[in-house]
Structures are given as C-alpha cells and as structure tokens.
C-alpha cells in the first residue's frame, strides 16, 4: 500500500484533510500502529490569526478533523457535538504542526476522544477534548468532521 492509500481521507474538498482544497489544512493523517491516528500539517500564511501565526479557529479545526478522521478510520459515523480546545503556545507560519488523536470512551449515542497539537519543537501548542455523537448517514448537513 502506498503512502497515499494509507491517508484518512473524509473527501477531495474537505477543509481539513482534502488535498484538493489549496485554502484548507491539506492534514495528512494515518493510523498508529498501537492506536489511535497521527499526522501534520503545514502552516500556511492563509492560516494566520495574529500575524506570523496559526489562528486558534485554525488549530481547533485541526483537533477536530484528527478525531473526526479516527472515527471515520474505524467507520463509526460521528459528528462534532462538542469541542473543547486548549490554546497552549503559538504556532508559526511556516512551520508543520503535528496532529495526534485517540479514543477515550464510547456510549451508545455518543464517542469520547482527546487530540493534542504539536508544534516542531516538540512543544505541545493545543490540546482538545470531543464529544462525536453518532448519526445516520444521508442526513443534510452532516459531514463527520
């Protein structure tokens, strides 16, 4: 299988993980073996907030399209139904952000998971927490991520 099969993929235009889409994140997203999917990002100047950096709607998108893409990995259909995100450190233009996301729990309606951003230093630059509510495919409006 070649590096481009492997990739978590919701669609071509995805703002998250499409590589069509030149203004969105371009995530490049993969399995771990032990669990869980890890990948980057690169920060481009269209992402910037405060100038020279990554806005924070920019790493929060980026949080929740790593856990949406977990879901979708192990094709469980699960939209966003809460977000919580930690701003912890800028992240710079120019530069790739790391994107890991794992499972916590799982009810019957709902799924539980936590995803952290990393910047190239290894710092730790935001971390969230998601609560996906599972929903019935063919709904208008939902996309899973």
Do not use: W
């Not at 100038?51 to 259909?77: I, K, Q, R, S, T």
């Not at 939209?79 to 799982?106: I, N």
Request: hydrophobic share 40%; proline share 4%; with cysteine.
């Amino acid at each position: 299988m070649s590096k481009r099969d492997s990739r978590l993929v919701h669609h071509d235009l995805c703002f998250g993980c499409g590589p069509a889409n030149l203004f969105g994140l371009q995530l490049e997203l993969e399995r771990r073996p032990g669990g869980g999917v890890e990948g980057r990002f690169f920060v481009k100047q269209d992402h910037q907030g405060p100038p020279g950096y990554a806005h924070g709607g920019v790493l929060a998108a980026a949080l929740d399209e790593a856990m949406a893409l977990l879901l979708h990995g192990e094709e469980v259909f699960a939209v966003t139904g809460r977000l919580e995100v930690d701003l912890l450190a800028p992240a710079p233009v120019g530069t790739f952000v790391r994107v890991a996301a794992e499972l916590e729990g799982s009810e019957e309606r709902s799924v539980l998971l936590r995803a952290s951003a990393f910047g190239e230093a290894g710092n730790e630059v935001a971390g969230a927490r998601g609560i996906f509510v599972r929903a019935q495919r063919g709904r208008a409006g939902a996309d899973g991520g």
